[in-house]
C-alpha cells in the first residue's frame, strides 16, 4: 500500500517562495500521473500542476511561470517549486500520484500567504 506524505507547507508572505515534497512510502509502480491540486477556504479542489509519465507537464493558468512541478524517481518524491506566491494562492495542497490500477492521495499541507 503505497502512502502519500506532503511537507513544505507554511505561512509566507506575498511574493515569497515555497518548495513542497511528497514523499511516497512504498514502491510505486507504472505511475501515470504525478499531481498536485489545492483547495482554498471555501472552495472546490483544482489542479495545480501535473507531469505525466512521458514527462508532459500541464499546469494551470493562475500558477504559469511562478509554480514548477518536478520529479526525483530515485527518492520515490515530487516537489511543486512554488514563487511570487499570492494571497490567492491560500489553500490546503494535496499531492495525487494516479498509476495503472489505482490512485493515492496525500493528507494535504497548508499554505497560508499573508502580510
Known amino acids: 500500500q503505497v502512502q502519500l506524505v506532503e511537507s513544505g507547507g507554511g505561512l509566507v508572505q506575498p511574493g515569497g517562495s515555497l518548495r513542497l515534497s511528497c514523499a511516497a512510502s512504498?514502491?510505486?509502480?507504472?505511475?501515470?500521473?504525478m499531481a498536485w491540486y489545492r483547495q482554498p477556504p471555501g472552495k472546490e479542489r483544482e489542479l495545480v500542476a501535473v507531469?505525466?509519465?512521458?514527462?508532459?507537464?500541464r499546469y494551470a493558468d493562475s500558477v504559469k511561470g511562478r509554480f514548477s512541478i518536478s520529479g526525483d524517481n530515485a527518492k520515490n518524491t515530487n516537489y511543486l517549486q512554488m514563487n511570487s506566491l499570492k494571497l490567492e494562492d491560500t489553500a490546503v495542497y494535496y499531492c495525487?500520484?494516479?498509476?495503472?490500477?489505482?490512485?493515492?492521495w496525500g493528507q494535504g499541507t497548508q499554505v497560508t500567504v499573508s502580510s
Open positions: 512504498g514502491r510505486i509502480i507504472s505511475f501515470r500521473t
Open positions: 495525487n500520484v494516479v498509476t495503472t490500477w489505482d490512485a493515492y
Open positions: 507531469i505525466g509519465s512521458g514527462g508532459s507537464v
